[in-house]
Every structure is written in C-alpha cells, then in structure tokens.
C-alpha cells in the first residue's frame, strides 16, 4: 500500500497550488478520502475530505472558497486545488485514505510553504 503526496513548494501570497496524492495496493474507489495538514508547533488538522461514492465534499472553515478537493478513480489519484494561498496556510500537508471497515493508510506528506 502506498500513498505518495507531491505538488508542494514554495509560493508567494495569493498564489496557488495543486497538490496530488497517488494511491496503489488498495482498491481507491472504495475508500473515503482525506488531507491534513501540520503547522510547526501545532496539531495535525483535517483540511478537506472526499466520500468514495457519489464524491461528496467537506472543509475545513479556514479553507473554504478556497480549496477544492477531488479524486479521480481512474487514475486512483486525490489532488487539492489551493488557491489565495495565505502564510498560514504553511505545513506539511498528508494526505489520508479510509476504507469501509475502518482501514487507515497515510502518506508521508508534502511541504506547502507561504512566503514572500
């Protein structure tokens, strides 16, 4: 099982970026996915979650209008669309697979940082 973030890097304020989690060894449609993210100095923190059928989303209040979650089942693929990227919006962002029975994979994350 593998779940491998990429997309991450340095921005500037308002600026944008789209995140990518690749998924192999489980079957991906069958599974709830999620992101997180970590700040230095703070907890880990759900940011957006993608249900396996029908696709539906949530988010976290200090990303909403901003970030758009989404997954391709074909391509067993979940990307984070970041936009008006603000220094806080800073960490290490993972992302999270959930499956039916409550089976929990993690990826090892990706850099996300906010600076001019």
């Known amino acids: 099982v593998q779940l491998v973030e990429s997309g991450g890097g340095l921005v500037q304020p308002g600026g944008s970026l789209r995140l990518s989690c690749a998924a192999s060894?489980?079957?991906?449609?069958?599974?709830?996915m999620k992101w997180y993210r970590q700040a230095p100095g703070k907890e880990r923190e759900l940011v957006a979650r993608?249900?396996?059928?029908?696709?539906?989303?949530n988010y976290a209040d200090s990303v909403k209008g901003r970030f758009t979650i989404s997954r391709d089942n074909i391509k067993n693929t979940v990307y984070l669309q970041m936009n008006s990227l603000k220094p806080e919006d800073t960490a290490v962002y993972y992302c999270?697979?959930?499956?039916?029975?409550?089976?929990?994979?993690w990826g090892k994350g990706t850099l996300v940082t906010v600076s001019s």
């Open positions: 999270n697979a959930v499956g039916p029975i409550g089976t929990d994979y």
């Open positions: 060894g489980f079957t991906f449609s069958r599974f709830h």
């Open positions: 993608i249900t396996s059928i029908g696709g539906s989303t």
